[in-house]
């Protein structure tokens, strides 16, 4: 049964995953941003985890939505981190001449 588990959460997430990824890449032509990068890997990994440790296809669902939840915050702020460097490095590079 667990067996049976495990192979039905790991299914979802990668078809979740496969559709997450065409959708992001079909709106915005530079690929997928970090939030959805992360939103997907959370989900998958919180999925497996939630079905390995509650046993049932409940603990996957909650599993994969807390790591979805997570992972898109973590994405969200390596974005901003990001954008917040090369903020700085413009400032510091590029500045007026009087």
């Keep these: 049964m667990?067996?049976?588990?495990?192979?039905?959460?790991?299914?979802?997430?990668?078809?979740?995953?496969?559709t997450n990824a065409s959708f992001a890449?079909?709106?915005?032509?530079k690929g997928m941003s970090s939030q959805a990068k992360g939103a997907i890997i959370g989900g998958a990994g919180g999925?497996?985890?939630?079905?390995?440790?509650?046993?049932?296809?409940?603990?996957?669902?909650?599993?994969?939505?807390?790591?979805?939840?997570?992972?898109?915050?973590?994405?969200?702020?390596s974005r901003r981190s990001k954008e917040k460097k090369a903020k700085a490095y413009r400032r510091a590079n590029y500045k007026r001449k009087p």
């Design 47 to 77: 999925a497996v985890a939630g079905g390995l440790i509650g046993g049932n296809a409940k603990g996957a669902i909650i599993g994969g939505a807390i790591g979805a939840g997570g992972g898109y915050i973590i994405g969200n702020e």
């Design 25 to 29: 890449q079909t709106r915005k032509k």
């Design 2 to 18: 667990k067996k049976h588990i495990f192979l039905f959460s790991l299914i979802i997430a990668l078809i979740i995953s496969f």
